[in-house]
């Protein structure tokens, strides 16, 4: 192992120690995905093809300069992405489902709109809200015509957040990935195909044996992976290690 592998390794250990101290709800995930990929290095006694093919990734995540909490956090995501994309409804009820939060968004939109044209809700009027959750901070609310005033605080205007409801939502609508099909072997390619594009788009790497390394070290669906089964499920270039 390379002098900067052994750095990763003793980085992941860092991270691992760090961890236990944080209260972040993602903190404890991250440090169990940290020590399923150090147990891939520590078991060359007991199966040196995967420490092998584990080595040579962390080789290829060196080479592009990848740190070990960036490539936690491509893991995590890439998890989170499988498990979004498995847990997804079928093509028509989740249209469905989207069409109706636009739908009762523009009609709340309306609602306030004619409650305050006909004067039962103030414009302009704004109220300074504390929260016990969240001391020593506050928000102004208000429901419309609060734009270009300064209030000292926070400002959350009710017509303009619907507003940027219905702007997000069209663009998450946009922006949903094609529905990954599962393949004959029984395979869900929802992981593997995420961290491939994170680590080709976000750092040049394309790897098919790294994809498939990372996958069989933290138990993706579908483990055990290959090169050639990464390839298969991603069309990444065959040409590359």
């Given at each position: ?36 990929l ?38 995590h ?29 523009v009609?709340?939109?309306?609602s ?45 205007e ?84």
């Amino acid at each position: 192992m390379s002098k900067a592998s052994k750095g990763h390794v003793a980085d992941l250990k860092e991270l691992i120690e760090r961890f236990k101290h944080e209260r972040h709800p993602y903190s404890k995930k991250r440090a169990d995905l940290a020590r399923k990929l150090l147990a891939y290095l520590g078991v060359k006694r007991i199966d040196p093809e995967a420490h092998r093919t584990m080595k040579n990734a962390w080789e290829q995540i060196e080479k592009k300069g990848i740190a070990p909490l960036v490539l936690l956090n491509i893991v995590h995501c890439a998890l989170d992405d499988a498990n979004n994309e498995e847990t997804r409804p079928a093509t028509k009820p989740e249209g469905l489902l989207l069409d109706d939060v636009r739908a009762k968004l523009v009609a709340l939109r309306g609602s306030i709109k004619r409650a305050i044209d006909g004067h039962a809700l103030p414009s302009g009027k704004a109220w300074l809200l504390e929260f016990e959750t969240v001391p020593d901070e506050a928000v102004v609310f208000g429901f419309d015509g609060m734009a270009g005033r300064d209030y000292g605080f926070m400002a959350f205007e009710l017509a303009e957040a619907i507003e940027a409801g219905l702007l997000v939502l069209g663009l998450h609508r946009d922006a949903l990935p094609v529905r990954l099909e599962k393949r004959k072997h029984g395979k869900s390619p929802a992981f593997v195909r995420s961290l491939d594009v994170r680590l080709r788009r976000l750092h040049g790497l394309n790897s098919p044996a790294t994809v498939a390394a990372i996958a069989n070290a933290v138990g993706a669906p579908g483990s055990p992976w290959d090169r050639a089964g990464v390839i298969g499920v991603t069309r990444c270039g065959s040409g590359k290690k």
